[in-house]
């Protein structure tokens, strides 16, 4: 077939995120995963073709253009995924591996038997251990000393430590094919100390000293692996070497310097890439008025980058032009940016207009206000709206997800993942299975238009297996018509035609190899916070407020002494009270603030058992009425809950979505009874025989009445009974009726308890708790006495 010498240039934007950088690590790992996979088929097919072989049916379907990855920027979050990721190009780290491979088939998420990529260590197993979160690190108070004299709220040598970790023993760049060996790693930083520049207009000449001064902050670190031909670009790259390789991490870290929340940095230049920003900008007519002594290197304190730059969009497609005219004029360029907190509305809404008043506003309400408009006015780059850029060659990955709690990191203003492994995980999976479905349905182009870009015309067969409809959500209207694109990346495991329908007989054995063939990531699910990891969490926070105050006191007495003596004096004479007082002004306000945020807490089965089983009781004792339908299962049958939101309410519905395997499959074993309530919802379960020959009288073919034996203690969480009982860990269901506190009963699949839901306990065993909805309990069980 030839070599051909056109190839998509790729530019990855990465948006700021705080802990939410676990969507933008998933992101970019299955992106990554899916060009591997691609570039080993094309390497075999090359190899057939040099040796005469053969191709497969399979092989006949994989197209052979190029894309390669010239560009990796971001701000905050996203620029230190750009940093590891480049990291991860010197030692290998960049591919998911099992048992030495890469994984061919799809898969939900990293296991423990995997080795993960250099992305996966940073963001999701950042740096817990054993007995001690990454949360715990961030509040442990050894860097505590007076409050004017810290750095940040939190402690930032967990940081420090995962940015350690990320550093390679030794600089080795080999990245693969579909990474550009002059790969440009862009970091936007914000400048504190600032940087003046002088702008020089025509009618002032050089004697004349008027001049309109203006003071930048908002900058970018440029780093290197491979030093390349002069681009004319405003940052000049700084080479990383065996020598300079702590430097890439360090502006990581500032990039990634949260406000207030984590450590600033300082940043070095060296004097020799500083005057070449100096001569770059003076051809611009611009002259940095800035003077440094002899011999000194540049240096100024970074914070996040995202304070000022979120989302660098426009200077990535500025680098990306300079690198295609300068070295490969003829190839398409396109840039993805990936953002896990898009500001997003329907593009048919528009916003309604809000009379501002009469009266104007209060001093509070203006200073609120010109925060807000600060804010607004950073993120909003008339750059990026002038940039002439067509709007096809930019394309964005956000989340989207079924329900509530899109992000698990999101709470909290982006540092809920900082809270849960497991929040981090679900973003992390949430990440990859988002880019699963922008590579396959969104980024493309016509077919013709592929063409063109990619120097590969494809076959009719390769278009068929390809090519997905652009239109497909207009499908059903009166003027629908496909609209036909090809995949930019192909996904090679969209070659995998198997689908879970395919297999008659699915049971436990033949579990693993269902799992193989099932070519779409499930949606991961959000189970909150415990209680037991909440009071953990307020009491880090607590020890963490504590001894800032105490560590503040002698401060905290002059002060009061300069208000007035008696003041000092009662501050002297009772400081327990006192720290005590100012301790719990802040802590007090933090603990409900946090059943707020975390409204979808999760109740482990232990603690229901331990705490709910006495207070179940107080709500009576029920008897089951309802008949069922039951079948009696051979084996390997399934029954499958799929949870939608409808009308912003859960409601289970069985049903075998496109033959994707779910985290909420029951597999029946042979003698297990397949139970169908006879309510409206028709849930369906799996018993074991024992348990209902015990609870059940037959009464016709597959008709089954409940015994006395189906009686349970029932407690309705109502308003009333959740005050009555002073049931704490459910008092969110008041404030916020939509969202469920939920569930882990003894099974695997989590209950999602919405208020005047019922908590129930079966009355032989009194040994569990689970839930049971309003309407299905309300249709199903009566009340035959009261305790």
Request: hydrophobic share 35%; glycine share 6%.
């Amino acid at each position: 077939m030839g070599e051909n010498s056109k190839k998509i240039r790729l530019g990855i934007c990465m948006a700021g995120a705080v802990s939410a950088g676990a969507y933008t690590a998933g992101v970019v790992d299955y992106l990554i995963e899916t060009l591997e996979r691609w570039e080993q088929a094309k390497k075999r097919i090359k190899e057939k073709e040099r040796l005469d072989q053969k191709l497969t049916a399979e092989e006949e379907l994989i197209p052979l253009h190029d894309l390669v990855i010239e560009v990796l920027s971001g701000s905050s979050a996203g620029g230190m995924t750009a940093a590891v990721l480049s990291y991860s190009f010197n030692d290998g780290s960049y591919l998911t591996r099992r048992n030495g491979e890469l994984i061919s088939e799809n898969y939900d998420c990293t296991e423990n038997r995997d080795s993960p990529t250099k992305l996966y260590d940073s963001w999701i197993n950042m740096v817990d251990e054993e007995g001690s979160s990454t949360f715990t690190k961030l509040m442990h108070p050894e860097d505590v000393v007076t409050f004017g004299q810290m750095k940040s709220l939190l402690n930032s040598q967990p940081i420090d430590d995962i940015a350690s970790r990320a550093i390679p023993d030794k600089i080795d760049f080999t990245p693969p094919k579909y990474i550009s060996e002059h790969l440009s790693i862009l970091l936007s930083v914000t400048n504190l100390e600032g940087i003046p520049v002088d702008i020089d207009f025509t009618n002032m000449g050089d004697n004349n000293p008027t001049r309109n001064v203006l003071t930048t902050h908002s900058g970018f670190m440029h780093y290197k692996f491979k030093e390349e031909e002069h681009i004319d670009f405003d940052y000049p790259p700084l080479l990383i070497t065996d020598d300079s390789k702590d430097r890439l991490a360090l502006a990581a870290m500032a990039t990634g310097a949260f406000p207030f929340g984590l450590s600033n940095r300082k940043i070095e230049i060296e004097r020799k890439h500083f005057e070449k920003f100096r001569a770059r900008m003076k051809a611009k007519n611009m002259n940095v008025n800035l003077s440094l002594p002899d011999n000194h290197n540049y240096t100024f304190t970074a914070v996040d980058g995202g304070a000022i730059n979120n989302e660098p969009i426009s200077t990535t497609f500025r680098l990306l032009e300079k690198k295609r005219k300068a070295h490969h004029e003829e190839d398409k360029h396109y840039v993805i940016l990936i953002d896990p907190f898009p500001t997003i509305t329907n593009a048919t809404r528009i916003e309604d207009y809000e009379h501002p008043g009469d009266e104007g506003y209060a001093l509070k309400d203006q200073f609120f206000k010109l925060i807000q408009a600060f804010r607004n006015e950073s993120s909003f780059k008339q750059e990026d709206l002038h940039e002439r850029v067509a709007g096809e060659e930019r394309y964005l990955i956000a989340p989207s997800k079924k329900g509530f709690y899109f992000l698990a990191c999101g709470l909290i203003e982006g540092f809920g993942g900082f809270m849960k492994k497991a929040f981090r995980k679900h973003d992390y999976q949430l990440g990859r299975k988002n880019c699963q479905a922008f590579l396959r349905y969104h980024f493309g182009e016509e077919p013709q238009r592929f063409a063109d870009i990619t120097g590969v015309r494809l076959t009719e067969a390769q278009e068929a297996q390809w090519r997905y409809d652009a239109n497909y959500s207009h499908r059903g209207m009166e003027d629908y018509h496909p609209h036909f694109k090809i995949p930019l990346i192909p996904d090679m495991i969209m070659l995998q035609k198997t689908k879970a329908s395919d297999f008659k007989d699915l049971n436990k054995e033949n579990l693993a190899e269902l799992q193989k063939v099932r070519t779409e990531i499930a949606e991961p699910k959000y189970n909150g916070l415990t209680t037991q990891e909440l009071s953990e969490i307020t009491r880090n926070i607590q020890d963490r407020i504590d001894q800032m105050v105490a560590q503040s006191y002698p401060d905290i007495k002059k002060m009061a002494k300069g208000v007035n003596k008696w003041l000092g004096r009662f501050v002297r004479w009772f400081p327990r009270f006192v720290k005590k007082k100012i301790s719990g002004s802040v802590s007090g306000k933090i603990e409900p603030y946090l059943m707020r945020t975390f409204s979808a807490l999760t109740l482990e089965q232990k603690e229901l058992v331990k705490n709910y089983i006495k207070v179940i009781e107080n709500g009576g004792k029920y008897q089951k009425t309802a008949a069922v339908e039951a079948i009696v299962a051979k084996g390997g049958e399934r029954v499958v809950s799929f949870v939608e939101i409808i009308d912003e309410k859960e409601e289970a519905i069985e049903t075998a979505e496109r033959g994707t395997l779910k985290e909420d499959w029951s597999i029946a074993e042979p003698g297990e009874y397949i139970v169908t309530n006879g309510t409206k919802r028709r849930e369906q379960y799996i018993v074991t025989p024992e348990n209902f020959n015990r609870k059940y009288v037959k009464t016709g073919e597959n008709s089954y009445q409940p015994n006395e034996n189906a009686q349970v203690y029932a407690l309705q969480i109502s308003e009333e009974n959740i005050r009555k009982f002073n049931l704490k860990a459910l008092e969110n269901l008041i404030s916020s009726p939509m969202n469920p506190v939920y569930i882990e009963p003894k099974w695997e699949l989590s209950q999602s308890l919405y208020l005047d839901d019922y908590l129930v306990v079966p009355v032989e065993s009194r040994d569990e708790v689970y839930c049971i909805k309003k309407d299905s309990f309300e249709d199903t069980y009566s009340k035959i006495s009261i305790e």
